[in-house]
């Protein structure tokens, strides 16, 4: 299993980034895919998450709006658009792969793969 984040950077608020999460090692049509960040001193967070199968959406209340998961399966790719960014949206971005289906959706417990993450800095 292999996941793989890009699209991090530095921009200033109101700017919008796009992170791609590339997918191999497992079957694409099972499970969710989900997108959480970290930042010093405080614990992992679900921004948000799609189920591979029926794409349920899970966004955090602060990014609703703001922010939209989608999937590519012919790319086994799933991509978080994140627009209208504001200072509190920095941190490291990580993609996330869990097969078991179970538990809440966005939960980062729930998660068993993880890529190594992209940061995302926004900034004045």
């Known amino acids: 299993v292999r996941l793989v984040e890009s699209g991090g950077g530095l921009v200033q608020p109101g700017n919008s980034l796009r992170l791609s999460c590339a997918t191999s090692g497992f079957d694409f049509n099972y499970g969710a895919i989900g997108w959480f960040r970290q930042v010093p001193g405080k614990e992992r967070e679900g921004v948000s998450c799609?189920?591979?199968?029926?794409?349920?959406?899970y966004y955090l209340e602060s990014v609703k709006g703001r922010f939209t998961i989608s999937r590519d399966h012919a790319k086994r790719t799933v991509y978080l658009q994140m627009n209208n960014l504001k200072p509190e949206d920095t941190g490291l971005y990580y993609c996330a792969a869990d097969f078991e289906a179970s538990g809440i959706l966005c939960a980062p417990s729930r998660y068993d793969y993880w890529g190594r993450g992209s940061q995302v800095t926004v900034f004045s």
């Open positions: 799609i189920t591979n199968s029926r794409e349920q959406t």
